[in-house]
């Protein structure tokens, strides 16, 4: 009796052995033949889906994955073909999932249902050794079977890829060498439907290390796509596809690589020969960069070499440069909630509650503005100068003016833009006596009305009781005796027999009287006017509330403001 136990036993261990049992490089390779006349690989695509056995093929596929060693599945020769077949399995199955007629196939059973999991599994047995070999055998094989123009499929396979870990930065590098080939043999109608299978899979989840050399090329192929001349050649047709995955990398990328690209972008958006129309064109896309990109609270030597960089160009005297420049500065001030509150130069009221968020006193901030205050100061009074004749200039300026009140809210910044605004008006003054001006009328109207929407942006930020009493006089006056010198802006102003331009001092603001406000405000610490609270409407929730607040720090207390 104990003989048949013994024999019972050891014939189940031999069962299970046999069934985990490696088979030899000849046995693969033989496995990997039947594989090749299941699947029919060596028909033709447009007959193949009927001779494919589709079950067959699975079992013989799931054979050699379990039983075939990861040093010999990546040393015998038909790796490859193995590889292809799992394709052609792979394209049935997402074919038969998205041609579906009803809704309810969706949830019966696929004929290829286990294509997907027995293609990953293969992968897996051939990276990161072979990483490169497989994304070429799976972009020829694409090329080979004319998927490309079937974006889903497409798209569907290469997202199975990219789920293997397999490292993004080389299949982006990869594709975009084919667009660069199909553009070669003016293939453009191929390059449009790779490029739209490009941006469809820049997902988070899988593009987080790419290297900056393999975002270059597609950037290039972008800056020449935004260059528009006389002639518009095959890549000007594929400039809105580069600009989508350009974004859709951005979205993905660490801060590092961001700023390693703003300062790639920088140059080729300013430094090179662009008409002003090829020039926003390829900005905007450095805006949305520099949107995604906020002050850190300890700047790096790189995000201030490209405010260095930015502060030169808006004092160009070339109107464009120096408009896109201060979006772009005040883009990266930015955090992502305060950009749209200052459109356009608005009285702010000590009393009234707005949807701004400020953001908390950070020294490091405070000293790397107080380093680079003359060139700050220097760039936005030329930029007025030079530029401001047009309203739309004239509220860029003033965006970047708030921003640094906004997102920098201590003393010195404070002081330093009241000093900046003294001295604009100084010159509008003097300008203006001696009939020297190029300004007219209604601009210099427009320009002192920003001057004291910014200065009511400060007591607003601060509450100063002392500064606040005196920029509400000087708000009064204006009020009463020339209206056209506060907000809002017009094109055209209509003057009353009472009102007064010029000849009155009072109107305008004293430099004493503010340094006495903003001494009292800043070194003698008197009592701040309460900050508004935020008002509830009837029909429930709060103003703004329909916008993203995550991570904001709303304006309902006092932050430390440091001088």
């Known amino acids: ?100 007629r009803n809704f309810f196939d969706r949830f019966r ?22 990483q490169e070999m497989v994304i070429d055998t799976i972009l020829n094989f694409l090329q080979r079977e004319n998927l490309w123009k079937v974006e889903f499929i497409c798209v569907e396979i290469l997202t199975m890829v990219l789920e293997c870990k397999s490292p993004a930065s080389l299949l982006l ?62 890549i000007y047709e594929l400039r809105r596809g580069f600009e989508i995955c350009l974004r859709n990398l951005i979205r993905v990328i660490k801060t590092d690589q961001l700023i390693n690209l703003l300062i790639t972008m920088l140059p080729l958006t300013f430094d090179t020969i662009l008409s002003d129309e090829a020039m926003l064109e390829f900005g905007t896309t450095v805006e949305f960069a520099a949107s995604t990109l906020a002050l850190s609270e300890n700047p790096s030597p790189e995000e201030i070499l490209i405010q260095e960089y930015l502060l030169a160009y ?23 909630c305060n950009f749209l509150q200052f459109n356009t130069p608005k009285i702010f009221h000590e009393g009234t509650y707005y949807d701004i968020d400020i953001n908390r006193y950070n020294p490091a901030q405070r000293q790397m503005f107080e380093t680079h205050r003359r060139e700050f100061e220097n760039a936005l009074s030329n930029a007025i100068e ?22 920098i809210p201590c003393g010195y910044t404070a002081c330093a833009v009241v000093c900046l605004l003294l001295g604009i008006q100084r010159r509008l003054l003097d300008t203006s006596n001696g009939n020297n001006s190029h300004y007219n009328q209604q601009q210099m109207n427009c320009i002192h009305a920003t001057c004291i929407s910014i200065m009511t942006l400060i007591n607003w930020i601060h509450r100063g009781s002392s500064l606040t009493d005196y920029v509400n006089t ?19 102003y209509e003057y009353a027999q009472h009102h007064v331009t010029w000849n009155e001092t009072t109107l305008f603001f004293d430099a004493l009287e503010l340094r006495y406000g903003l001494w009292k405000c800043f070194r003698i610490n008197e009592t701040k006017i309460p900050a ?23 304006n309902t207390g006092f932050y430390r403001i440091g001088l």
């Open 474 to 492: 000087v708000l009064n006056r204006r009020f009463d005796h020339a209206p056209q010198l506060n907000p809002p802006l017009k094109e055209i």
């Open 532 to 554: 508004p609270q935020m008002v509830y409407s009837r029909l429930g929730g709060a103003p703004g509330s329909g916008r993203k607040s995550k991570g904001r720090r709303r």
């Open 173 to 234: 590098y990869k594709i975009v060498n084919y667009v660069e080939t199909l553009l070669a043999r003016n293939d453009v109608l191929q390059a449009r439907h790779t490029v739209v299978v490009l941006q469809n899979i820049i997902q988070p989840q899988y593009w987080d290390e790419i290297k900056h050399s393999d975002m270059s090329k597609l950037l290039r192929f972008y800056h020449s796509s935004a260059i528009i001349g006389e002639s518009k050649n095959q």
């Open 314 to 336: 808006i004092q160009s005297n070339t109107a464009s440069k120096s408009i896109l420049a201060s979006r772009i500065f005040a883009k990266i001030l930015d955090r992502g």
């Open 386 to 407: 030079y530029h401001s004749q047009r309203r739309t200039n004239l509220e860029v300026f003033y965006n970047v003016i708030c921003m640094i009140l906004v997102e």
């Open 1 to 100: 009796m104990a003989t048949v136990k013994v024999a019972a036993a050891s014939s189940v261990i031999q069962f299970f052995t046999r069934s985990t049992r490696k088979h030899s490089d000849s046995r693969a390779r033989y496995k990997a033949q039947q594989l090749k006349q299941s699947t029919a690989i060596f028909l033709d695509a447009t007959i193949r889906s009927t001779n494919i056995q589709g079950q067959k093929s699975l079992k013989i596929l799931r054979h050699i994955i379990k039983h075939t060693e990861r040093e010999i599945l990546q040393y015998i020769p038909e790796k490859q073909m193995i590889l292809e077949c799992s394709l052609v399995l792979v394209q049935a199955y997402v074919a038969h999932l998205k041609l579906s």
């Open 109 to 130: 059973r696929q004929p290829f249902a286990s294509a997907k999991k027995c293609f990953q599994s293969l992968i897996y047995l051939l990276i990161p050794e072979m």
